[in-house]
């Protein structure tokens, strides 16, 4: 059965989401095509996040001020949908002269891409931020609004917000080919054909396969780069206040520590270029060295116990900025390599490309009223449901996930379909013991209520 | 407890063989209200998954399966008129014996003129080994392996590897070749297995080849384990399997502990405490894994039961103050030969003053032999890693009672 659309999304990364939100708040009837069985399983699924203000981002770039815009964007609509946020502020830390000497450089730019609240900071200033941190520090500077947020119901809101304003959402559903008419775009999945008269190409880590597929080329090419992390248990968090970074290279933004909207601590990523897309391996001398890297930052981690592993996938391609085009022979539009920053920026790429479509002719009317979701709030500087009547108990005791929460994620529309899609969601079995205690209670749960093994 | 009761004599927190054994001994001894908080839908602790033996031999010299010796002991302490409440977490402990709990009521306080901390140990994750490869279904410990066995219709694997050779690796090969499951292999890192075992046991008798001196560094699937490599005697391999189950390094659980501040051992990631199972913050209480990793079902419940001899002289004010100088065991030809010895601290001894730990405890990381020193004695040792030592506490000017 065909049917037919406004706009068809082709992926549901954290940028398909962010996207689908926008055109449907905008008026369009819009189809989500996602390959995988669960939504955000691509590059969207391992990351740091942390929400950028841009501080570092290269001058004049479409990412920095899809970055600006989306931060805007994730402040104003957070609170409706119950979307933490941990304004912790982050330190560039310089540990050598020549990192020292770089600092003045990295704050102009910092004013130059208008994020003009960064302070330097001296050594004892710094310490007396953190005063975990290696005595061997020399400066650093702050930049205050750089903070942290829930990579997972962040953009699990974007596209429920669509869904609930009347946009489909199609998961187990590969794009395998396409044909534009001159008027409307037949798209070929194995769950039938699909009719829009727009395509979105938000396919994250296969951008350009999906480019060289519709349109039989792709001016970009696709360059997985890897992010290992180890995560650290909510102790550790406790040894910073900030997100840690340090003075970049050429190359790579170096390893952050960071604790995460759930109080833990993360280290990491890693960036390695591989040309698997699909599998992030994680490799144990890497682990060893970001866990010896973790303790050199801050030697008391060197006692933490590492409670759980990830890597992730960016969709980083020969160029340093994002691959945004459009065709418009062909009404669509690519959003191609949104490499290390899309969790940031999905907002505010969405509302460009919401813009790059009106330029294509979509027409738009605003919807009046529209439905917001709830979030279950999962942060740790919030009041948790288990320290809340009705809880219905705890599920899982380290990441102290109710059955009430549990029970919610199973009956939401984006509800999970496997054990992984529900540990994201829940966090339950991620914690320290990993699933020692509460592993088999979680299967158990998952079976009731029929989802497959995975 | 009625609901809205919220103070007690004693609270005990977990309701393990530990803390069950305390909470019986406790009411046996005149105590007027013990409460037993358990996280868990049911008390009993880890025996309650524990589809095997032995259990039950030093308790009452009859050889058990695990779920009847955990509904034994919750049987026993329900009739000795212990009130156990389960689905109920302790969240926070704060000074002078107040608890913080979490349950269906949200958040509450209880008080307990004394509280006893029996929370227990859990096995070394596969993350915290850092072990690469991808994240596929069926990685888990043997705990994980034997509440499937016990309370779920299917088994999460056909032919997982084991790694490991403790203890608790045999309790794995045993539940898997009971419940249909075939072992592909057992893989010890070192050149000889940790534990002592019946030859019965043995993974050859069971069917299911031993690597010794082999390591795992990667496990690949994509959604169920598909192989893992190792890294033996003769260099890399690649084994076919659809599970790993990571098994023993067991370690206190602690979180609470460290979430409320409490000094912890950095050996034993426990406690420190005294020969009457006390910690430093005044009215709390200590016995079972939670002060060591592991020891049998047998020995933390012993311990629960002579932990609660010294929580009753604490109540009746026979307890001397607990002292704040620590005693530790030095191995003389070895840094790193002692993995902890505890108790951690000797406080004076007083007539009416009974000792639970009335011998040092003391656990190796490594083989070895020579001598030990604690405070002004010298003993001579020759151990493996691992295994139970008992030597004497150092001398205390005073003489006291020890618990049988
Ligand atoms: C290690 C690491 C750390 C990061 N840290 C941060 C951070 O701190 N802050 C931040 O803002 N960003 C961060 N990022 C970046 C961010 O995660 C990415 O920019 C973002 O996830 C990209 O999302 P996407 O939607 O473009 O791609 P994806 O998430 O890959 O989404 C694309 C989707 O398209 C689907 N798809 C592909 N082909 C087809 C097809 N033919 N048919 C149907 N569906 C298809 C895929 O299955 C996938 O779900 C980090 C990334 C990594 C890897
Ligand atoms: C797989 C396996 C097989 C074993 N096989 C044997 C065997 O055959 N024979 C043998 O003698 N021993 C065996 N053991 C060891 C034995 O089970 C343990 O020594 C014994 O259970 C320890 O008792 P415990 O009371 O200290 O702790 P546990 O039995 O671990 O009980 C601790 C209890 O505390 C609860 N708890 C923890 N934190 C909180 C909190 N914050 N709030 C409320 N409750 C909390 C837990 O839910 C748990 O129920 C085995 C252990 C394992 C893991």
Not at chain 2, 35 to 62: D, F, Q, T
Request: hydrophobic share 35%; proline share 6%.
């Amino acid at each position: 059965m065909s049917k037919t659309y406004d706009v068809a999304i082709v992926g549901a990364g954290v940028i398909g989401c962010a996207i689908a939100r926008r055109l449907t708040l905008g008026g369009a009837r819009v189809v989500v095509l996602e390959k995988a069985t669960d939504i955000l399983d691509g590059a969207s699924k391992a990351n740091s996040a942390i929400l950028h203000t841009g501080f570092d981002a290269p001058q004049g770039s479409l990412e920095l001020t899809c970055i600006q815009e989306g931060y805007k964007e994730y402040e104003a609509l957070r609170g409706q949908m119950n979307l933490p946020i941990d304004r912790c502020g982050a330190l560039v830390l310089a540990w050598t002269e020549e990192q020292e000497a770089r600092l003045p450089a990295l704050m102009e730019q910092a004013y130059e891409n208008g994020v003009e609240d960064v302070t330097p900071l001296s050594r004892t200033e710094t310490f007396a931020l953190e005063p975990n941190l290696n005595p061997t520090l020399r400066a650093s500077f702050r930049v205050p609004r750089e903070s942290l947020i829930d990579p997972w119901s962040a953009p699990h809101a974007y596209l429920l917000q669509a869904l609930l304003n009347g946009a489909d959402l199609e998961r187990d559903c590969p794009v395998l080919g396409g044909q534009f008419d001159g008027r409307h775009w037949t798209l070929t999945t194995p769950r039938g054909d699909i009719q829009a008269s727009y395509v979105i190409n938000a396919a994250g880590l296969y951008g350009d396969k999906l480019d060289q597929l519709l349109l039989g080329q792709s001016s970009f090419k696709i360059h997985p780069r890897k992010g290992q992390f180890v995560v650290f248990d909510k102790m550790a968090a406790r040894l910073t206040q900030h997100i840690l970074l340090p003075v970049p290279t050429e190359t790579t933004k170096g390893i952050v520590v960071c604790r995460t909207i759930w109080g833990n601590l993360l280290v990491g990523p890693t960036a390695e270029e591989q040309e698997d897309r699909e599998t992030a391996n994680l490799d144990h001398d890497t682990l060893e060295m970001l866990r010896t890297k973790g303790a050199e930052i801050l030697p008391a981690l060197e006692r933490e116990e590492v409670t759980s592993l990830y890597a992730g996938l960016r969709p980083a391609s020969e160029y340093k900025d994002y691959q945004i085009k459009t065709h418009p022979e062909t009404n669509m539009v690519t959003v191609g390599a949104i490499r290390s920053t899309g969790l940031s920026s999905a907002l505010g790429t969405a509302a460009h490309v919401g813009r790059l479509l009106a330029e294509l002719g979509q027409e738009t009317q605003s919807l009046k009223d529209p439905d917001v979701p709830q979030m279950e709030m999962l942060a740790e500087n919030q009041t948790r449901d288990w320290q809340c009547p009705g809880n219905q108990g705890i599920l899982c005791h380290c990441e102290k996930v109710t059955y009430r929460e549990a029970i919610a994620v199973l009956n939401d529309p984006l509800a999970p379909k496997s054990f992984a899609g529900f540990k994201r969601r829940t966090r339950a079995t991620m914690g320290r013991c990993q699933g020692f205690y509460c592993g088999q209670t979680v299967q158990n749960l998952l079976d009731q209520k029929g989802l497959e093994h995975d | 407890m009625t609901d809205t009761q919220l103070n007690f004599d004693v609270i005990v927190v977990g309701s393990g063989p530990a803390g069950l054994s305390a909470a019986i001994e406790l009411k046996r001894l005149g105590v007027g209200s013990v409460l037993v908080v358990e996280r868990e839908k049911h008390a009993g602790g880890i025996p309650r998954h524990c589809l095997h033996s032995p259990y039950g031999m030093r308790e009452w010299n009859r050889l058990m399966f695990g779920p009847a010796y955990a509904r034994r002991l919750t049987q026993d302490a329900l009739k000795a008129g212990v009130d156990i409440h389960c689905e109920t977490t302790v969240t926070a402990l704060k000074p002078d014996g107040e608890i913080e709990v979490s349950s269906n009521a949200g958040l509450q306080t209880l008080t307990g003129r004394a509280v006893l901390l029996a929370m227990g140990a859990r096995e070394t994750s596969r993350s915290a080994l850092l072990i690469g490869g991808t994240k596929p279904k069926g990685v888990m410990n043997t705990a994980t392996l034997q509440n499937y066995a016990a309370f779920s219709d299917d088994m999460p694997f056909k032919r997982p590897v084991i790694v490991g050779t403790e203890l608790v690796s045999f309790s794995a090969l045993i539940t898997c070749r009971s419940h249909g499951i075939k072992p592909a292999a057992m893989l010890e890192a070192n050149t000889r297995i940790t534990t002592r075992f019946p030859c019965y046991l043995t993974p050859k008798a069971m069917g299911v080849p031993l690597f010794l001196s082999t390591q795992i560094v990667q496990i690949h699937g994509k959604r169920q384990v598909e192989a893992v490599t190792v890294i033996g005697p003769s260099g890399p391999d690649t084994l076919q399997c659809d599970g790993v189950i990571f098994t023993g390094g067991f370690r206190p659980e602690n979180a609470l502990l460290r979430s409320s501040d409490f000094d912890l051992d950095s050996g034993s990631l426990g406690p420190k405490i005294d020969q009457y199972g006390r910690v430093r913050e005044p009215g709390y209480f200590c016995a079972g894994n939670i002060l060591r990793g592991v020891e049998t079902a047998g020995w933390c419940w012993n311990e629960g039961r002579k932990v609660a001899h010294c929580i009753v002289a604490g109540l009746q004010g026979n307890l001397p103050p607990r002292t704040q100088v620590d005693i530790s065991a030095q191995a003389s030809g070895s840094d790193h030969a002692i993995k902890f010895s505890l108790p951690q601290a000797i406080s004076p001894s007083a007539p009416k003053a009974p000792v639970a730990f009335d011998k040092l405890q003391l656990r190796l990381s490594d083989k070895y032999t020579g001598n030990v020193v604690i405070g002004t004695t010298t003993h001579r040792i020759s151990s493996k890693p691992e295994r139970r030592i008992l030597l004497p506490l150092p001398q205390s000017p005073f003489s006291s009672k020890a618990l049988p």
